[in-house]
């Protein structure tokens, strides 16, 4: 029998459904693109604010037991002045505190004092003004 059509082809409708298919693959794989973008930005944001409450926890610890003073020893201010820099979305705060033996707030000197870093940064995405916070004991032994 004789047929006027070619059995070893694709027929149009196939050729569409698959152009379908590749494209609407293509446009799931696009979309994923600003969400991983939004993650890499907070994963960012999160590992500077880790080493900026570090520093903030640092520098207050090299002052030592008796330097180191009790109360707002770093009040909330932005790390830098410069939009250019990288530090420029984030403010530190350090706050010094006596503490007893069962770490709570404590009045007078106990011979053991709390250091609390906390870093703010703004994120633009969720418009919500995010923390991350660092605590260490001090020592006056």
Known sequence: MFSCFNDKGFTLIEVMVSIAIITGTFFAIISVFPFSLNINQKAQNLTSAAYLAQAGL?????????????????????????PASFLYPFYRQTIVTYVDG?????????????????VFWYNPLSAQEQQYSLTTLLSKN
């Open 102 to 118: 069962n770490l709570a707030d404590s009045a007078v000197d106990t011979g053991l004092k709390k250091i609390a870093a906390t």
């Open 58 to 82: 640092e520098k207050t610890l090299s002052t030592g037991y008796e330097s180191s003073g009790v109360g707002t020893v770093e009040a909330k201010a932005r790390l830098s002045n410069d």
